[in-house]
């Protein structure tokens, strides 16, 4: 199928499905100011950025990919159909009719990821016959019970390899002091032989009620924390639940993610605010 199939809904597909090379010509077709054909300024209009807000992406470099990243974290509007509509009653067509080959396939290879990722892997014969199977999404912790309640958690903790030292002073500051709380760090509670994607969707979604980002250069290179970070604020546009909590724990050279700067961050580097680091962060945590 060279393109996506006429019964998918792009009302329900998220803006994340659209790649870089659809992205960088939306920008090419927007991004000049133009006296005759709307331009992003107008498509931002019609996606509700105020006009303070249109004002300061003047000064980003490439405004249109700045204020997709923004409506597409923000918004729980923010799909593929509605911003095919937006070009559309701001008399753009020009820009639909080039780009919707391309978008169409964009969201066609989207899709297939998304049944990829759902689907567990298959087993070898002698491991799939010497234990019986694990009902998926219940026995997925070390805790869990399979016939009982599922184990629950106080935040899930994304991160990367590399800063799992940072998550273990975590652990030190919030499970094993008067704040009791429990987190869930894959590495020490998920149970091996599951697939990760469908059961990192299940602790994000249903047995987590925070999520603590931890940002580092390292975090910004690695696809799961990629894959969860989007997940969880695919989940609570605008962050209305205050579901994400981003953490720096370290100076960064890379620039902080754009998807996510519009969160309040708790920020370890400040030495004026260390003392009260684990104070704020556990509250966040704790609130119901």
Not at 195 to 217: Q, Y
Request: aromatic share 8%; net charge negative; proline share 6%.
């Amino acid at each position: 199928m060279a393109g996506c199939s006429s019964d998918v809904d792009l009302w329900k597909v998220p803006l994340v499905a659209l790649n870089v090379t659809v992205r960088r010509k939306l920008g090419l077709y927007l991004n000049p100011k133009n006296t005759v054909a709307a331009d992003w300024m107008t498509v931002a209009e019609e996606m509700g950025f105020t006009y303070l807000e249109i004002k300061n992406y003047e000064a980003s470099k490439n405004p249109t990919r700045t204020v997709l990243e923004d409506w597409q974290a923000r918004s729980k509007d923010a799909s593929v159909g509605k911003l095919l509509s937006i070009l559309t009653e701001v008399e753009r067509k020009d820009v639909v009719e080039d780009l919707r080959p391309q978008i169409d396939e964009d969201v066609r290879k989207y899709l297939e990821s998304l049944q990829r990722k759902s689907e567990p892997p298959l087993q070898v014969p002698e491991v799939d016959s010497c234990v019986p199977r694990t009902p998926e999404r219940l026995g997925i912790t070390v805790e869990d019970d399979p016939e009982g309640a599922p184990e629950m958690f106080d935040a899930f903790i994304c991160y990367c390899q590399n800063d799992f030292h940072f998550v273990c002073e975590m652990i030190r500051e919030l499970e094993q002091t008067d704040h009791k709380l429990k987190l869930c760090v894959f590495d020490r509670d998920v149970l091996p032989g599951s697939c990760v994607w469908t059961i990192t969707s299940e602790l994000i979604e249903k047995r987590c009620k925070r999520m603590v980002v931890v940002i580092s250069d390292e975090y910004l290179e690695s696809d799961a924390c990629d894959f969860q970070t989007k997940f969880a604020l695919s989940l609570c546009p605008g962050a209305r639940s205050k579901r994400l909590i981003p953490v720096i724990y370290k100076t960064m050279k890379k620039p902080f993610p754009t998807i996510l700067r519009f969160l309040t961050v708790c920020d370890y580097t400040k030495p004026c605010t260390q003392a009260w680091f684990w104070i704020r962060l556990a509250k966040a945590l704790s609130l119901p």
